[in-house]
Every structure is written in structure tokens, then in C-alpha cells.
């Protein structure tokens, strides 16, 4: 089992930053690649971003793209996602995710996730 706990939500103005955390115990962190997905009210869960085991490969969705970089601290068993230039339909509960599978920051398959953080990006 991994667990996850996410933290860093809050409520920023349009063009703010926000850097989010999710801290990993159980199983060895670098044995997982690691992705945040967002889930907006009314809308489909959304992956924004993802990290492979040594973080040498990085995923984004392109509605993210030059503005969030993820990022991962083996030794702290932390993932980060740095948000910048925040606009209002960035706004959503952002959970964190732990995938064993092999195709790394490119797998849509998530074996572990978070409770979720509140994002709220006012106009």
C-alpha cells in the first residue's frame, strides 16, 4: 500500500502561483511514477500532469503546459506541482497518484491516490 496526502490548495488570484506537495509513505517512492489530475464540478476527471520513477520524463496536458511543472524529491518521498500564472478554470480539487506501471509518466493507470486538494482560482 501507498499512501498519499496532498497539500499546498488555497485560494490565489488569476495569474498567482500555487505549488502543491503530496507526501508518499509505504512502499518505495522511487518504485512509482507520479501524476496530479484535477477534477472540476460537473466535469471529467482531468490528468494534468505526470513524473516517471527517477524523474526523467514529464507529462502534460496541453492546458498546462508552460505554465505547472511537476517535480519529485526521492529522498523526502514528495511530489510537487508548481503552478504559475493560475487562471479561473484551473480551479479544482487536485489529487495526487502512484502508478507501478510500466510505461511510467505516460500510463493512464493509477494504482494509489490522494483525498484531494481545493484549488480556487478567483477572476
Known amino acids: 500500500q501507498v499512501q498519499l496526502v496532498e497539500s499546498g490548495g488555497g485560494l490565489v488570484q488569476a495569474g498567482g502561483s500555487l505549488r502543491l506537495s503530496c507526501a508518499a509513505s509505504g512502499r518505495t517512492f522511487s518504485d512509482y511514477a507520479m501524476g496530479w489530475f484535477r477534477q472540476a464540478p460537473g466535469k471529467e476527471r482531468e490528468r494534468v500532469a505526470a513524473i516517471s520513477w527517477g524523474g526523467g520524463t514529464t507529462y502534460y496536458a496541453d492546458s498546462v503546459k508552460g505554465r505547472f511543472t511537476i517535480s519529485r524529491d526521492n529522498a523526502k518521498n514528495t511530489v510537487y506541482l508548481q503552478m504559475n500564472s493560475l487562471k479561473p478554470e484551473d480551479t479544482a480539487v487536485y489529487y495526487c497518484?502512484?502508478?507501478?506501471?510500466?510505461?511510467?509518466?505516460?500510463?493512464?493507470?493509477?494504482?494509489?491516490w490522494g483525498q484531494g486538494t481545493q484549488v480556487t482560482v478567483s477572476s
Open positions: 497518484a502512484a502508478s507501478s506501471d510500466s510505461r511510467g509518466a505516460y500510463t493512464n493507470q493509477y494504482d494509489y
